[in-house]
């Protein structure tokens, strides 16, 4: 009895990084009863992640590449999916990967029908009903014209647009960065904002001379101009954005303790060299159809994506 209850009192739990936690604190000297304590405390502490992860997490995704798409044989591919699969096969997860288009994919994660979003910048309406990794890549918004464009030598500053009058065409969701934000209105006023349902239209119209530039992500509007119209494009001076892309679990069907491991693996693989390495295959992929000049390719963080906190 006076062991029993020697071991329960060496079970305190501890606040750290906001995580309960259970510590073995002044156990009865001895080998064997040190041994039972720490028996003890794997008993109590068994954490719910490792229930998840025997079921099995559920990933959503929609089409965007590189990011995210389905290939002709029904298989998701793309970087989001590769470091989704990566990081929770460190973390020891088995993943599910489910194509869901993205507002209905959010109701879902709200509800704790699927467990994982990728590709997600962290905004405050989203951490009501989701926690979010570490950063795992970052992402970045630019002006894209045609290879060959004036605008190239011509557009350093976002100010520029207007004084070369350049006609920018994007689709109606996003987030495009404080100057383009600052000046929407300005830029429809003065006929110089084309709107487009998304990415791959975007690109669409421009090949058709609908516009003279396309506004978007840094990897996916050059992948998607290759691909889909066979287009070479460069990028601008101006960087409109630039934010930290995460992982968004579940706070329904996911406990916190999960995503403590989930930061951990990307910590993980980040040192190891991994996560880098994916990223660069990726940025070699889609920067092979994009025509660089030396000065824009330095900018374009071609070797490394810098951690967001």
């Known amino acids: ?15 750290l990084k906001g995580l309960d936690r259970l510590k073995c604190l002044d156990c009865p000297k ?40 389905t290939d002709a044989f029904g298989q998701p591919q793309g970087l989001d999916i590769e470091a989704s699969r990566l990081i929770s096969g460190k973390v020891g997860c088995p993943l599910s990967i489910e194509a869901i288009p993205a507002k209905r994919a959010h109701q879902m994660l709200k509800s704790g029908r699927i467990d994982l979003l990728a590709g997600a910048t ?56 404080a100057d383009y934000q600052a000046s929407k209105q300005r830029l429809s006023q003065a006929s110089l904002l084309i709107i487009s349902p998304n990415a791959s239209q975007a690109v669409q119209m421009l090949a058709y001379d609908r ?50 491991r989930f930061n951990l693996a990307i910590e993980a693989l980040e040192a190891d060299g991994s996560l880098p390495a994916l990223r660069r295959k990726w940025q070699q992929i889609s920067y092979a159809r994009l025509s660089l000049t030396p000065s824009v390719e330095s900018d374009l963080h071609f070797g490394d994506y810098p951690r967001a906190p």
């Not at 109590?44 to 929609?62: D, H, S, V």
């Open 122 to 177: 962290k905004l405050p309406q989203r951490q009501l009903y989701a926690y979010f990794s570490l950063a795992y890549r970052s992402e970045e918004v630019r002006i894209f014209v045609k290879q060959g464009h004036q605008a190239v030598t011509q557009v350093r500053q976002w100010q520029d647009v207007f004084s070369q009058r350049l006609r920018l065409i994007l689709p109606g969701n996003g987030w495009y960065g």
């Open 1 to 15: 009895m006076y062991l029993w209850s020697s071991l329960v009192s060496t079970v305190v739990t501890v606040r």
């Open 211 to 260: 516009g003279d530039a396309v506004v978007g992500d840094s990897l996916s509007v050059p992948f998607i101009a290759g691909e889909q119209e066979k287009l070479r494009l460069e990028a601008l001076q101006p960087v409109l954005a630039q934010d930290g892309i995460h992982l968004m679990l579940s706070k329904v069907s996911v406990d916190e303790t999960l995503l403590e």
């Open 30 to 69: 001895g080998v064997c009863v040190r041994c039972l304590c720490c028996l003890l405390l794997l008993l109590f502490a068994l954490p719910t992640w490792a229930k998840e992860c025997q079921q099995g997490l559920t990933l959503a995704y929609n089409d965007w590449p590189p990011y995210a798409w």
